[in-house]
């Protein structure tokens, strides 16, 4: 199998997470894409995922699976023992259901506003992002304020439960966990508050799966490197 990503983005981050918490790094190669130069909106990306996004799943019989979620879900049934996409008809659902929610609510809104309301990775990828358009910046403010209303959401759902999904760990944690991450790097911060948040995100810090991953830098390094 090889993953086509980079290091230190959210979304690559859920897939380097679901490899950690499966153990199945070491049956995986990793092949860089260069995000920052727009290499990704290249024909040669596009015919492996029409999206022109990252992270892309490779099989070794040639066929590429993208979405972050349909990837976790592919790797979690690899040993027929799902642990991070639920396993009863009821957790498979409320999983399915709660990590929507955290890409609807916090990850793809911190995106959009980092993309349209900040310089985002430079101009090699902007001129992908419609700069002619005069409402961008307008439009990414109003979903940094959706995903921090999101955050709020979920502070609510983690005062009564101990994960996103309820009691255990699972692909929604996962979702949500670089939906923060991300939300760090664009200048977001979660509200006053938050409390029930952010302890959850300091317990999943701590899982080996995020922990020992803490030399692949996530996103504000890169940006530093940029001079953003
Ligand atoms: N829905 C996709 C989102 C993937 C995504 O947005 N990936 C980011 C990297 S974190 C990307 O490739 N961004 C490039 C761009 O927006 O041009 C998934 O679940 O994998």
Do not use: C
């Not at 879900?73 to 639920?86: H, I, K, R, S, V």
């Not at 993309?115 to 902007?126: D, I, K, N, V």
């Amino acid at each position: 199998m090889k993953i086509h990503d980079r290091p230190g983005f959210p979304n690559p981050a859920r897939i380097r997470i679901a490899l950690a918490e499966k153990g199945l790094d070491a049956r995986v190669e990793f092949v860089p894409v260069d995000l920052i130069g727009a290499e990704h909106k290249q024909p040669a990306f596009l015919a492996k995922n029409p999206s022109g996004v990252l992270p892309v799943l490779e099989l070794d019989d040639g066929s590429f699976i993208s979405e972050s979620t349909a990837i976790t879900e592919y790797l979690d049934n690899l040993d027929g023992q799902p642990t991070l996409t639920g396993r009863t008809p009821r957790e498979k659902a409320m999983v399915h259901m709660m990590q929507r929610r955290a890409e609807a609510y916090v990850l793809d809104p911190v995106g959009l506003y980092f993309h349209h309301a900040t310089p985002g990775l430079g101009s090699a990828l902007q001129a992908f992002k419609s700069p002619d358009w005069d409402g961008r910046a307008e439009m990414g403010r109003r979903e940094g304020a959706k995903a921090v209303a999101g955050m709020t959401y979920f502070n609510g759902v983690l005062k009564d439960a101990p994960f996103v999904a309820g009691d255990s760990f699972s692909m929604a944690d996962i979702t949500l966990f670089a939906g923060l991450m991300f939300a760090d790097a664009a200048g977001l911060a979660a509200p006053a508050g938050s409390s029930a948040l952010l302890q959850w995100r300091e317990r999943v810090a701590q899982r080996p799966s995020v922990k020992n991953r803490s030399g692949q830098a996530f996103l504000p390094v890169d940006l530093k490197r940029m001079g953003f």
